[in-house]
């Protein structure tokens, strides 16, 4: 594993990481900031998972979620959003193709051979972390934006026993049904809705929801709310009598403004899931 | 004056617009942050100057002062560092020309025609502000990174009745003596150091100083330490008496994770002189 580079950063470390990863066949890049808690001991881990264009940078340099993990004791995890390079598959399109690995694995040519973005953060970026750096594997929490709120809720129900808590700011709740969805599934999965089921969030509610609190913030005035599909997900969650908070935040759109917004809510969510909030 | 985007942003909004520059002779972009308190009237303006190769956006979506802004009702204004584009002079150093105004006014070809950074942000983006937007002309305080930390200190202690505060993130504080600055003012004001005498920190903390309180952050890792020379505005602020507090902060770079790490303090800082800190 090769180090970018390491900051300062609210007496902790923002540090930027490069390994070779085997799930992607790929050289893969993701940012990891470390509380100063890290130096004495493993510390509770919140994964944070990007949306649709970007990389590990995006929401590392403007969530502004570091103070609030470094006041809570946390680290974070800013995985990549896919495999990246001359020799990966790509799309003109924004929304297919690298920066747009929609957190599974695909079985579908050209994309089958890298785009294997599940198995990359719920197998492989897990045991490298954990064996390099004083994370515990004990004390997991997963968060995410658009297309990352969509991995972290699939990822977090499909791992009932890892993640104490799962929240998203403006996830695309219901892929199955969206033009952001339809189209990646069937270029990355194929015609065959079953493979796409076990990617939905909204069908995941359904079928066997989340065994600890779910906290979804998105905003009103977002312009993809269409695509987003968040009342299907809010039934679901109300049917199956879900712990769960959704918020929707007056005349916030889909940016990182509202993002950061909220960070400070989110961070405080997870912590109380993961070890009784600091105050 | 064009709106290229406003976005809610912690109860508030965070705006780019762009407009025509009679100082630069070019289109100008800036950052505006308004907290939610200036729906109703006039707030607070604190200023933030940039560094070297920034435009407006660096500091406006990575150094995270909107949360605090808005917890203070203070408006934050974000210009860019120097005037752009294809008729322009540039350089191919990253520290001379297009992304590095300096805050003065150039005197010397091909410069002179367009780097006018002094005029444009000490006279026509205030005007341009105050008429347009609720801001308050009577409580303004200024801040800024690296050589927009230079900025700051010059432009506030030329303007001893304007800004109630000044403070600066890792400020080039002599740069009359330093790599970044001679070359500088050599390009843009020519030989004659009695025109750099007005731009440099330490010689008018030497002269005149500033009414109000200075607050300092510097990290003491900062890869370009030597160049800062923070220890003649330091012997400089000490030798006046000056009501200032300088911080050398363990372990902290250049960086933005340097800015961010400290921008509460600065802000509040800021909200202190301005009318009395919100608690």
């Not at 085997?22 to 949306?51: H, K, N, Q, R």
């Not at 658009?146 to 890892?162: F, K």
Request: proline share 5%; with cysteine; net charge negative.
């Amino acid at each position: 594993m090769e180090t970018i580079s390491e900051n300062r950063c609210f007496d902790g470390t923002q540090g930027v990481y490069r390994h070779a990863s085997e799930a992607t066949g790929t050289d893969m890049t993701f940012g990891l900031f470390l509380p100063a808690e890290a130096e004495d001991g493993p510390v509770p881990v919140l994964w944070y998972l990007s949306g649709l264009t970007c990389t590990h940078a995006n929401a590392m340099e403007k969530a502004g979620a570091q103070q609030w993990a470094a006041e809570q004791g946390i680290a974070l995890v800013f995985p990549d959003t896919s495999p990246r390079g001359a020799g990966v598959p790509d799309d003109p399109a924004y929304d297919l193709g690298q920066g747009a690995g929609f957190y599974l694995n695909a079985v579908q040519d050209p994309w089958a051979e890298h785009f294997q973005m599940w198995s990359y953060i719920t197998e492989e970026l897990p045991q490298a972390l954990f064996h390099r750096f004083a994370l515990d594997e004990e004390r997991q929490a997963i968060t995410g934006h658009s297309m990352g709120g969509h991995g972290a809720l699939t990822i977090a129900m499909h791992h009932p026993d890892r993640f104490a808590s799962v929240s998203a700011f403006a996830p695309i709740c219901n892929p199955m049904e969206s033009d952001w969805g339809q189209k990646q599934f069937t270029a990355y999965l194929g015609s065959n809705t079953a493979l796409w089921e076990a990617h939905d969030a909204s069908v995941l509610m359904r079928e066997r929801g989340f065994a600890g609190p779910i906290l979804i913030d998105t905003g009103t005035a977002d312009q993809f709310g269409d695509l987003l599909r968040t009342e299907v997900l809010a039934e679901a969650m109300a049917a199956r009598r879900q712990h769960a908070t959704l918020r929707l935040q007056p005349g916030y759109d889909h940016s990182y403004w509202f993002v950061s917004s909220f960070m400070e809510d989110h961070v405080t969510f997870h912590a109380e899931a993961l070890y009784g909030v600091r105050t």
